[in-house]
């Protein structure tokens, strides 16, 4: 099995509406991260979370919010999707202190 | 400016040719470089990373990074279909890991 799982890994929806992207790891790492992918913009940080009670904005959090459900769990929220949320989105884990971050396998969402 | 620019490709080259991917940054504080590879419908996975100005090698592939140009390569002896991805660059700053500022990635082709 994976170490890092994302659901759903392909989601097309309207504008408006609410949807959540969901991350899980067995990697027992305490520190997790969404990303969103454009094409020639490369990965962009959303959120990051050092713990189940820390939580951070990245560099692209407008319209986007998080919940860190327990240390293995870490969904990313759209509150009223817009089409220029269309993008690939990763969830990574690391360990604290550590310097390597795992991805996910992404999930695919469209916003029309 | 992006602080870390990266040609997006394509790079179409034969099996067996040497490929050079290349990333320039604006930050002299970056200390620590990185290249991930990403697969097709895949996430991102590290690749190789160092610390210091120089080269490091792994197997058919070397990190080279010059800290006075603000320049990193990456070079991938006797290529192969199999290395056919898109590669990106990463850096950060030195025990700051939750902050990576990642290039947009290269498309690699490697025709057999």
């Known amino acids: 099995d994976a170490d890092v799982t994302q659901t759903p890994r392909n989601r097309i929806t309207k504008t408006g509406k609410r949807i959540m992207l969901e991350c899980s790891q067995t990697?027992?790492?305490?520190?997790m991260y969404w990303y969103r992918q454009d094409p020639g913009l490369g990965l962009r940080l959303i959120y990051y979370?050092?713990?189940?009670?820390?939580?951070n904005k990245g560099e692209i959090s407008d319209g986007y919010s998080v919940s860190r459900q327990a240390q293995a769990k870490f969904s990313l929220s759209l509150e009223s999707a817009i089409p220029n949320q269309t993008a690939l989105y990763f969830c990574?884990?690391?360990?604290?202190?550590?310097?390597?971050?795992?991805f996910g396998p992404g999930t695919r969402l469209l916003v029309l | 400016q992006k602080e870390v620019e990266q040609d997006p490709g394509p790079l179409s080259v034969p099996e067996g040719a040497i490929v050079s991917l290349n990333c320039t940054y604006s930050?002299?504080?970056?200390?620590?470089f990185m290249w991930y590879r990403q697969y097709s419908r895949k996430g991102p996975e590290l690749l190789m990373y160092?610390?210091?100005?120089g080269n490091k090698e792994d197997g058919r592939f070397t990190a080279q990074v010059d800290k006075s140009s603000k320049y990193i390569s990456l070079f991938i002896r006797d290529s192969q279909p199999s290395d056919s991805a898109t590669y990106l660059c990463?850096?950060?700053?030195?025990?700051?890991?939750?902050?990576?500022?990642f290039g947009s990635g290269t498309k690699l082709n490697v025709k057999p």
């Open positions: 990574a884990t690391s360990v604290s202190g550590g310097e390597t971050q795992y």
């Open positions: 990697k027992g790492h305490d520190r």
């Open positions: 979370s050092f713990d189940v009670k820390d939580i």
């Open positions: 930050n002299s504080a970056f200390q620590y």
């Open positions: 160092t610390y210091s100005s």
């Open positions: 990463a850096m950060s700053y030195l025990y700051n890991f939750n902050k990576f500022y």
